[in-house]
């Protein structure tokens, strides 16, 4: 069993910070890409960043310059620091790292439950 865990979501004004987690738990043997992605209502889910196990970062053009995403490999963690959001950036924000649960098990994409992330203007 896996679990991903986010956290760090809440409201804020325009042009203020946040910083979301996501904690990987469970019967981990290694993870190899995390990222975020976010789905605002009646549009469909969108890709963030991304960061790969060697620590290359890609991110979507509308948030490049404003969040930076970074990984702690000993805490199996992920984070999304987002600074300067935009009232369009609300969305429920959910990370996705693929991992795999043994030496000899294939690798899966597994997901969080996701957290509301909301810039009033």
């Known amino acids: 069993q896996v679990q991903l865990v986010e956290s760090g979501g809440g409201l804020v004004q325009a042009g203020g910070s946040l910083r979301l987690s996501c904690a990987a738990s469970?019967?981990?043997?290694?993870?190899?890409?995390m990222g975020w992605y976010r789905q605002a209502p009646g549009k469909q889910r969108e890709l963030v960043a991304t960061i790969g196990s060697d620590g290359s970062t890609n991110y979507a053009d509308s948030v490049k310059g404003r969040f930076t995403i970074s990984r702690d490999n000993a805490k199996n963690t992920v984070y999304l620091q987002m600074d300067r959001l935009k009232p369009e950036d609300t969305a429920v924000y959910y990370c996705?790292?693929?991992?795999?649960?043994?030496?000899?098990?294939?690798?899966?994409?597994?997901w969080g439950q996701g957290t509301q992330v909301t810039v009033s203007s």
């Open positions: 996705k790292a693929r991992i795999k649960t043994a030496a000899i098990a294939a690798s899966y994409d597994y």
């Open positions: 469970g019967s981990i043997f290694s993870i190899f890409g």
